[in-house]
């Protein structure tokens, strides 16, 4: 029996391998210690397409683009610790 998963475990899913790659580009790549709030940019994201899901369209929810705004803040938040 095959299961397929929702949008929201897939983006679940999604948020917790980026929080991952960032603790460990952080701490063993970069060698930096980041503030506390630094890793709550993907999350916020996530939380934010869960709350407002049930209000938005049905082709508003697409949640490849949830899915792309959630890899490029974790990019994003990686690349402002290397370089700034």
Request: glycine share 4%.
């Amino acid at each position: 029996m095959i299961m397929k998963l929702s949008n929201d475990s897939k983006l679940g899913i999604l948020t917790a391998i980026c929080q991952l790659v960032m603790v460990v580009m952080f701490k063993n790549i970069l060698h930096i210690q980041p503030n506390i709030f630094t890793g709550y940019g993907p999350i916020m994201i996530f939380l934010i397409y869960i709350i407002s899901k049930d209000s938005m369209k049905k082709s508003d929810r697409n949640s490849l683009y949830w899915g792309a705004a959630i890899i490029f803040a974790t990019l994003a938040t990686i690349v402002l610790h290397a370089f700034f």
